[in-house]
């Protein structure tokens, strides 16, 4: 890379410096939170941040702040020596020791033992993760690294020579470990030594780099540059002298930058460039340079603090580089590379590439005020003046005031179009003057509806548009017409037309950048600030590149990003990257033969030549920097069984429900921009969408509810490119009422108490009901005792004796036996079911009972009446239990107030039948003198009959005490349809669960 410089290099001057420019450099120092001024060091790793090692600690630089670190930290010492980011930590080798920090783990090693009185000079990671150490005095010393430990009890020492005396180390790309000092090069092949001669003896290597073609670049002290081949085998010097040689440093784009005591320089393959305190640096003793993640090239000074190097693309000139003014409102450029700017309040300056000349009222123009300018191919420059139209043609210089051809004497706008004349925009309307000198005026309220002509352009169609402050209007054939997207556009006052391509222009307002395709008109947004929709000039580089100006600064859109809809089309250039002012002027932009580009701003212009294909966007780096309780610092370790050593926040974080009030601290990391910063938080579980971008860096989210929550934080610069978003997940447990543990001992103790109730309940009911079945079962025992009684009456038993006494005394023996033997048979059934436990006797138990009962009465009243007793063939009286005589109280009742009271023959009948699965029908039925004419025969017969009345107070309690249910209707008198009684019945019918 570097053989074609090596002779240009020997010739060179390090003083040789265009006065005529400056170069944007950004200081930092002790105010701004810099450790201490004197900077050893510099070095950027890949997580963003900047480390500077000082005489004082170590400071870090995320862009905005400065944090520091010193022997109150963690550090052996403050001398910092040397920083190398590796493996994701930072490494820093103070004066007696090294340290490891990664996010806030800092870890330290003490090497006083090696290293006492002398110090450490450098280190280095080989490709095995040793550390190599230099020392001056003692040599070389490799360290094994283990999980990113020091295995101190490992160490490897290696002596070079008898003095050792060592500077710098340095690992290559293929793992080779470069060792420069005192009279000494050499490198370490698998820990065996290689010395290369050195050309003269009183040489110092103090610097190491490597270019991307894998080749050796060193620096001595006194004596110039070396680049070392790649097989090793000569040694090329690149220059005589660029005086005392501090480090060097190889950028992303190869380029080799070198620190000196007498400024920085910059060669790449083409090229070399000197910065001094003449043209932008702050302090010329330049000691290390390094480049971060971002691109931006810092430079450590000794007693300076830190520079960063905006961009070597962008050169800004101002007054006082011989600019007549620094607001530079347009530029335009002759046949001679000559570029004229036109500045508000300082008249032209005419720059040669060298020096300014100035062109004003006392040459003749218009005004020092000068809006526009145009270069036309009868190389004829306008200039267009608050005051008149001014003419520069072959040398001679003319202004036009007040003539028929201008609409106005303040000409805002120049526009040429090819082969036909120039268009004049003015405060008051446009004109067009022709190449024959013929002219078309278009003045404000005669033929034209607008004013302030503030730019000019073909638009897609090859029609002329203007814009005006009251929108886009169309000229075409002499005609004048309103652009039908008016009405679409925000804000109506237009300064800036250009056509991009065939397929689209760009219309800027004072409110917002649009594009419009020939059909639809899109608006395009720059930035999230307001002032970016301010739009001030568009300008275009090439098919790739298109530039807006606006009071926040200029844009770059990568049109072919752009149109593939891509985030990072568009790039911002500010202050931060070498702008000297965001503030840009009107129509201030040009491209000149050579394609540098010139912008005007409020501190001056600014030229751009391209160096990037492409300029990509860098998104920052957030962090979480800690979590708070009710905005207290909050002891982790009280919550969480275990803490990330490098960010110091809990893992698997669970706290109880009351513990729900956390405040969230987050930064970016972001050199470029890095007040522009804004944040969007999500909590998930709780938040249903990203909030909008603000700068605050924390948020506080209160009384949330129970449940798994992660917090999500992402930053941005433009809010249209976001950084990685960085997590925080945490569990707010539920409250102790609502778990499951504390249901299931609920329910336990509900369930124990339910059943602690149920059983008493039912010991209750079983006590009650047995109270109420012995209660039941000894007044049944009494009924039937009545019933047995009613049954047995003393009537009926001396009749029955009587009975047999009659058959014995006529002789009739046969009746008397017969008499007497179902007499005895009646007796003793009864007998039998009073002491019966279960109340119930078969049916064909009552059945028999009852037939025995109607015989002896049939015979007693010597056959008054006959009987029968008829039952269903599908019933089985032995399978059926009844209550014993629960029948023979209704044909008592039948036989004693039915038949006995009517002279003719009686007949009763007892009917069984089954009416239902389990129900039966019981019929007593009588041929007698019915209900009504028994009533009135009660009052005179001495027959008291209670046996109905005792039945039915059993069968109510057989009902209580058993499965069965006896419903009973009647006595109902039977009549015919013609009101004659036929007699008396009753109807029981039995309901029998048990069956």
Avoid at 360 to 379: A, C, F, I, R
Avoid at 491 to 496: A, D, F, R
Avoid at 877 to 901: A, K, R, T
Wanted: with cysteine; charged share 20%; proline share 2%.
């Amino acid at each position: 890379m570097y053989k074609l410089l090596s002779s240009i290099l020997i010739l060179f001057i390090p003083f040789l410096v265009c006065k005529a420019q400056q170069y944007s450099f950004i200081n930092y120092s002790v105010e701004d939170g810099l450790a201490q001024t004197q900077v050893f060091v510099l070095e950027a790793g890949s997580d963003g941040y900047l480390w500077i090692g000082t005489a004082g600690g170590v400071s870090r630089f995320d862009g905005g702040e400065f944090k520091n670190y010193s022997t109150e930290n963690g550090l052996i010492d403050n001398t910092v020596k040397k920083i190398v980011y590796h493996n994701n930590y930072t490494w820093i080798a103070s004066q007696y020791g090294i340290t490891a920090v990664i996010g806030k783990k800092i870890t330290s090693w003490d090497l006083t033992s090696i290293a006492e009185g002398i110090g450490i000079t450098s280190f280095t990671f080989d490709k095995d993760n040793n550390l190599w150490l230099a020392i001056r005095g003692k040599g070389v010393f490799k360290i094994p690294v283990i999980n990113n430990k020091l295995k101190l009890e490992s160490i490897k020492k290696f002596s070079l020579d008898d003095q050792n005396l060592v500077k710098t180390i340095f690992c290559d790309q293929q793992g080779l470990i470069w060792v420069g000092g005192r009279n000494t090069l050499g490198f370490f092949e698998h820990d065996v030594w290689r010395k290369e001669s050195l050309s003269d003896v009183n040489y110092t290597i103090t610097s190491f780099t490597e270019n991307k073609k894998g080749e050796i670049i060193y620096a001595t002290q006194n004596n110039g540059l070396f680049e070392v081949k790649s097989n090793y085998t000569s040694q090329i010097k690149l220059s005589e002298n660029f005086g005392f040689i501090n480090h060097l440093y190889t950028d992303k784009r190869d380029r080799l930058w070198i620190s000196t005591n007498y400024g920085a320089f910059v060669l790449d393959s083409v090229s070399i460039k000197h910065f001094t305190s003449e043209n932008g640096l702050i302090n010329n003793r330049i000691k290390n340079i390094t480049e971060d993640r971002e691109g931006n090239i810092w430079l450590g000074t000794d007693g300076g603090g830190i520079t960063r190097f905006t961009s070597d693309e962008l050169v800004s000139y101002s007054k006082k580089d011989g600019l007549s003014s620094d607001y530079v409102l347009s530029a335009v450029e002759d046949d001679n590379s000559k570029i004229y700017f036109s500045t508000y309040g300082g008249g032209v300056s005419l720059f040669d590439g060298q020096n300014f000349s100035t062109i004003n009222k006392e040459n003749l123009l218009g005004d020092n005020t000068v809006w526009s300018s145009l270069y036309t191919p009868d190389s004829s420059l306008w200039f267009g003046t608050a005051n008149g139209l001014s003419l520069i043609k072959k040398g001679k210089l003319e202004t036009f005031r007040n003539t028929d051809w201008l609409t106005s004497n303040k000409v805002l706008s120049l526009y040429n179009e090819k082969n036909k004349g120039t268009w004049i925009g003015t405060s008051k309307g446009v004109s067009f003057m022709a190449n024959d000198g013929r002219s078309k005026v278009y003045k404000y309220q005669e033929n034209f509806p607008a004013k302030n002509i503030r730019t000019i352009e073909k638009s897609l169609s090859n029609s002329i548009w203007v814009g005006t402050s009251s929108g886009v209007f169309e000229i075409e054939n002499d005609s004048v017409s309103e652009v039908y997207f008016n009405s679409k556009l925000e804000n109506k006052i237009v300064y800036s037309l250009k056509k991009i391509s065939k397929k689209m222009i760009l219309i800027g307002t004072g409110n917002g950048l649009y594009s419009f395709d020939g059909e639809q008109l899109s608006k395009i947004k720059l930035h999230e600030s307001f002032s970016a929709n301010n739009i001030n000039f568009i300008g275009v580089e090439d098919s790739n590149y298109v530039w807006i100006g606006t009071n926040y600064g200029i844009f770059e859109i990568h049109i072919p990003s752009y149109l593939a809809k891509k985030n990072n089309a568009i790039h911002h250039y500010s202050i931060t990257n070498g702008l000297p002012s965001i503030e840009t002027n009107l129509n201030s932009f040009y491209k000149d033969s050579k394609g540098v580009i010139w912008m005007g701003t409020s501190k001056g212009v600014v030229s751009f030549k391209r160096k990037h294909e492409k300029h990509e966007f860098t998104n920052p780096v957030v962090v979480i920097e800690k979590v708070q309780l009710f905005l207290r610092e909050t002891n982790w370790s009280k919550y969480a069984k275990e803490i990330n050593e490098e960010t110091k926040l809990p893992k698997n974080l669970s706290v109880g429900y009351k513990k729900n009030y956390f405040t969230f601290f987050y930064n970016a990391i972001a050199i470029n921009q890095n007040k522009e910063i804004k944040y969007s938080v999500l909590l998930e579980g709780f938040d249903l969408e990203w909030s909008p971008p603000v700068k605050q860096s924390s948020v506080t989210y209160t009384n949330l509810p129970h449940g798994s929550y992660t917090f999500k934080v992402r930053a941005t610069k433009d809010a249209i490119n976001w950084s990685e978003i960085e997590l925080f997940s945490f569990e707010i447990l539920k409250p102790f009422y609502l778990t499951s543990w504390f249901f299931m001992l609920i329910f336990i103790i509900l369930f124990i108490t339910v059943l602690i109730f149920w059983k008493w309940q039912v010991s209750i009911s079983k006590r009650k009901a047995l109270t109420q079945k012995l209660y039941y079962k000894s007044k049944l025992l009494a009924l039937e005792q009545q019933t047995l009684n009613a049954s047995m009456n003393r009537h009926f038993i001396f009749n029955s004796l009587n009975s047999i006494q009659y058959y014995i005394n006529t002789k009739d023996r046969l009746s008397a036996n017969k008499y007497l033997t179902n007499f005895a048979k009646l007796i003793r059934k009864n007998l039998d079911s009073s002491v019966s436990g279960t109340n119930l006797v078969p049916l064909s138990d009552e059945l028999e009972r009852l037939e025995l009962y109607l015989s002896l009465e049939n015979m007693r009243f010597q056959n008054k009446f006959t009987y029968e007793i008829i039952v269903e063939d599908n019933i089985d009286p032995n399978v059926i239990d009844v209550p014993p005589m629960f029948l023979q109280p209704y044909v008592e009742n039948s036989i004693w107030h039915g038949i006995l009271p009517v002279e003719k023959e009686g007949l009763i009948k007892v009917i069984l039948s089954k009416i239902a699965n389990n129900d039966f029908l019981f019929v007593i039925e009588d041929n007698g003198i019915g209900i009504d004419a028994s009533i009135a025969n009660k009052s005179s017969s001495d027959h008291s009959s209670k046996g109905m009345s005792i039945n039915s107070g059993r069968l109510e309690i057989l009902k209580k005490t058993t499965n069965q249910e006896f419903i009973i209707t009647g006595p109902f008198q039977i009549e015919d349809s013609d009101g004659i009684i036929l007699g008396t019945r009753v109807e029981i019918r039995l309901k029998n669960d048990k069956m």
